[in-house]
């Protein structure tokens, strides 16, 4: 089979962060096939990807398309050698339709009059062309991610695409949609002769849609591999250096006192909806309790309303057995609690400064560290330093900057910072987003011990897989409310899938795409 | 890592030194087109204020007198900047601190060292307090605080106006002035002929302590991690409507100070247009001075160099207009606004650099 895409010795050095991004990869992907990109964050296969489409000028290497050598240093270049990129972000005016999203730049039009008609009818036959349904008058801005995936996909398709980029586009799916996506893929690739690059870090989803899947570490392609020929433990090997291992292995768990209550809270987004009603939870000491969802149904706020950093509208909250509905941060910690935030870019870490200021926050008044109001460098230095050791922070030492660090180290910062004073409420918010296999690993295992040393533990997370590795129970958070609560040994996949898509579990069809787009006024009354 | 914060201390320090090299050049093409050789002109400005030929022929000491309150507007911005608020209201708080001073430098009699020491804390409550309405009016009411300084410092200077031409008003003759101070609450100078003395001193003094307060306190601690990074201090339990008040406050002390410092080490007295922008200054000290304390001490004793050269040297010896001390600051604060483009610049001189050995068959230290 020829190589619709041939790229050779490709070689990129970012001086500003004085990384080898790309090391002289060679990198081809066979015309019609679904080639999977592996890798953790920052192995280079984004950078990769963005050289193919000319989003960025590789320093050497040579890319061929269809055999032929080509110049790439612009994205119209890469379009119209019939490449084309759905990024992880997307690139669609929420306000417009579907129709004008995907006609966008190239409306029908008679003397600069728009011809809705006929714009609408393109899109149909481009749907149906693809087998991939959309509803042209339908906002993009009110659609579901899955769908708004599906608008951006055929949005490229329709610039007559034959070698499809998807950068890591399950991550903001649910688990329908993850299958949805999955068969659109396959179709695309075996009915309609597409060649698509797939980019993705979980290997589960390179076992089931994959023809070929290349590894790549640090910057290198570590090797390409038939899927048929290899499986999840080799190419995490791969992928990272050294054996994974999969499931943190843990005991039953012990639970003791309630360390957490939450009883029928309310709290208001950021314009002023309410985005978390009359919920309520209970977390115990020795116990994870996780709450699975699908982004965006209220997890941040409720995560902030706990952590005392959002204003809760009713209810109460609980920890170690005192109120604190309206305490501050500061009394919050005081009574045990640790918070691993969701954004560590900006909330868990303070990158203008260096790592000590970064581990010494909220502990800046204890006397542990503090004589007279003036800082103990030094002390706060040793702590660091402490950390690192704990933590196992790569590249880092006391006093050093934190800017510089992987994702992953960062969060062990974080991570080591908060459950250095044996907290007995550890809040952890997508405490292993974006983070790779190994860092994965080691946050999961954090919390185990924490949990093991009596620790009651929230783990807020939309990863279905560390929800069901990681809990003891398991509730799920659909539109700011709890839609079922269980333990780990009565919990299905598919069970949570059907209820974070807000699906009931007595009614077998519910859960589907659209039910889960019911327009608002459907919605409980949570005025 | 290392490496980075080398290359941070480079940017630093580069970064003012090209924006002064550029504004000096475009000042050089100025020069000419007054039909005089820019190599003189910039041998006698600097003559003219950085020069110490003998202590009684010292423009550097009338450099340092100039430079003290430029040193205390600097911090005050410093302190706003670093606390994450954006005042513009040193000139205002530094004129409420200029009026404290006169009138309680008159009205008042107290001994010797008293009287100063009296001025000085109501020029800083006075100060402090100017600088905690904006503040509350940032925390209460959302009311963005560039807005409210520069209309607070209208009313002040309008005040110190009125101030001079009718309460403290001392004669009727053409220019509104107030009464000089009382002997006892003049800040004494270092040397005879000279107003260079223990308000420099304060000013220095206030630089160390602010320095020690912001990067050694846990106060300190707060305000800088509620200023560069709201999300993160919040998330650690610090109150940033708190931190933001007290930098507005302390802000405002010391621009008061600035006032107290210039009227009872130098002027005596306030007169009508006594705000000539040395409050607006302190906010160019503070960021040409990379929004630290030395940085500060040693831009506003450039600035105020500059200018008395510019003075001395340029209009009285050369006859060019001294305006143009005052250009060349504003060319080397624009230079410093486009600090991306020096960074820039060295971002491809570097690369020019490390491409050279990449031609070599040993690569090294890629990965």
Redo the contacts between chains.
């Keep these: 089979m020829a190589n619709a895409v041939e790229m050779r010795g490709i070689s990129k050095?970012f001086?500003?962060t004085?990384v080898?991004a790309n090391?002289h990869v060679d990198f081809s992907v066979r015309d019609g096939e679904i080639h999977a990109l592996v890798g953790e964050n920052g192995a280079g296969k984004s950078t990769l990807m963005n050289i193919l489409y000319g989003l960025i000028k590789p320093d050497s290497g040579e890319i061929l398309i269809h055999d032929q050598s080509v110049k790439i240093t612009h994205p119209d270049d890469a379009i119209g050698l019939g490449i084309g990129m759905v990024h992880q972000h997307f690139m669609l005016v929420p306000s417009f339709t579907v129709a004008q999203n995907i006609m966008l730049g190239m409306e029908p039009n008679k003397y600069g009059w728009l011809k809705q008609k006929e714009e609408i009818e393109l899109v149909n036959k481009l749907a149906e062309k693809y087998g991939l349904p959309v509803d042209p008058k339908a906002k993009v801005g009110e659609l579901p991610v899955g769908m708004q995936q599906r608008v951006e996909i055929l949005k490229t398709l329709q610039r007559n695409t034959k070698i499809l980029i998807l950068d890591e586009p399950t991550a903001v799916l649910t688990p329908q949609e993850v299958r949805d996506l999955m068969e659109v893929v396959k179709r695309l690739s075996k009915e309609q002769g597409q060649t698509i690059i797939f980019i993705t870090h979980k290997l589960v989803e390179v076992i089931e849609v994959a023809d070929r899947v290349t590894v790549m570490r640090?910057?290198k392609n570590v090797g390409t591999k038939d899927v048929a020929d290899t499986d999840i433990p080799e190419m995490a090997r791969m992928m990272v250096g050294r054996d994974v291992l999969f499931n943190v292995k843990k005991e039953f768990a012990k639970p003791g006192d309630l360390v957490f209550e939450a009883e029928k809270i309310t709290v208001a987004s950021d314009n002023g909806y309410p985005a978390v009603v009359d919920l309520s939870l209970s977390v115990r000491s020795g116990e994870i309790l996780g709450i699975a969802g699908v982004s965006g149904n209220g997890q941040t706020e409720l995560a902030e309303a706990i952590?005392?950093?959002r204003p809760v509208e009713s209810g109460t909250i609980k920890l170690d057995g005192k109120f604190v509905t309206q305490g501050?941060?500061?009394q919050r910690?005081k009574n045990g609690m640790a918070?691993i935030?969701e954004?560590r870019i900006?909330?868990?870490?303070?990158?203008?400064?260096n790592l000590d200021?970064n581990v010494?926050?909220?502990r800046?008044?204890q006397p542990q560290f503090?004589r007279f109001?003036?800082?103990q460098?030094r002390k706060v230095a040793d702590f660091a330093g402490q950390i690192i050791d704990n933590f196992d922070v790569h590249?880092?030492?006391p006093g050093?900057?934190v800017d510089?660090l992987s994702g992953g180290n960062m969060q062990k910062i974080v991570v080591g910072r908060e459950l250095s004073h044996k907290p007995n409420f550890i809040l952890a918010n997508q405490p292993t987003r974006g983070l790779d296999v190994g860092s994965i690993e080691f946050v999961h295992k954090t919390l185990i011990e924490a949990r093991d040393e009596g620790a009651g533990v929230l783990l807020v997370s939309v990863e279905l897989d560390e929800i069901m590795s990681l809990s003891d129970r398991v509730a799920v958070i659909y539109r700011g409310q709890i839609l079922g609560e269980f333990d780990i040994s009565e919990v299905t996949e598919e069970k949570l899938g059907i209820l974070m898509a807000g699906g009931s579990l007595d009614d077998p069809d519910s859960g589907t795409y659209q039910r889960a787009t019911a327009p608002v006024d459907q919605l409980p009354d949570i005025g | 890592m290392d490496k980075a914060k080398r290359e941070k201390f480079y940017n630093t320090l580069i970064v003012p030194v090209l924006a002064i090299a550029a504004g000096l050049i475009v000042a050089a093409i100025l020069v000419l087109s007054t039909g005089n050789n820019p190599l003189d002109t910039f041998r006698v400005l600097i003559n003219s204020g950085f020069s110490c030929e003998s202590i009684n022929r010292c423009t550097f000491i009338s450099t340092l007198e100039r430079s003290t309150p430029l040193i205390l507007t600097g911090l005050s911005a410093l302190v706003a900047f670093r606390t994450g608020v954006f005042s513009l209201g040193q000139e205002g708080q530094m004129m409420l601190g200029a009026v404290m001073a006169a009138w309680l430098g008159y009205q008042l009699h107290l001994p010797n060292v008293i009287h100063p020491i009296v001025v000085i804390i109501a020029a800083v409550v006075v100060g402090g307090l100017y600088g905690f309405i904006p503040g509350l009016l940032k925390v209460k009411l959302g009311v963005n605080e560039l807005i409210s300084t520069i209309m607070l410092n209208e009313i002040a200077i309008l005040c110190l106006e009125w101030a001079v031409n009718f309460p403290l008003r001392a004669d009727a003759g053409s220019a509104a002035h107030s009464h000089t101070i009382q002997p006892t609450a003049v800040l004494p100078a270092f040397l005879p002929g000279s107003r260079w003395g223990v308000g420099f001193v304060i000013a220095i003094l206030m630089a160390v302590a602010i320095y020690f307060l912001l990067w050694k306190t846990s106060l300190g601690y707060e305000q800088r991690m509620s200023g560069n990074a709201p999300r993160f201090a919040k998330y650690g339990g610090i109150k940033n409507e708190k931190a933001a008040l007290r930098g507005m406050i302390i802000s405002g002390a010391l621009a008061g100070l600035a006032g107290a410092i210039e009227v009872l080490g130098v002027n005596r007295r306030i007169m009508t247009g006594y705000s000539v922008g040395l409050g607006f200054d302190g906010l160019s000290v503070a960021i040409l001075g990379q929004t630290h304390p030395l940085g500060v001490v040693i831009v506003a004793i450039l600035f105020a160099g500059v200018r008395l050269g510019a003075q001395l040297g340029l209009q009285i010896q050369l006859r060019i207009p001294r305006e143009l001390g005052g250009v060349i600051i504003a060319f080397i604060i624009l230079f410093v606004a486009t600090d991306k483009l020096f960074l820039n610049v060295i971002t491809w001189i570097r690369a020019k650099l490390a491409k050279q050995p990449k031609n070599q068959p040993v690569e090294e230290g890629s990965d």
């Design positions: 050095y001086s500003s004085e080898q090391d640090d910057g952590a005392g950093i501050s941060v500061e910690r918070h935030p954004d900006h909330m868990g870490l303070n990158l203008h400064t200021e010494l926050l909220s800046q008044r503090n109001g003036f800082i460098a590249g880092a030492k050093g900057s510089t």
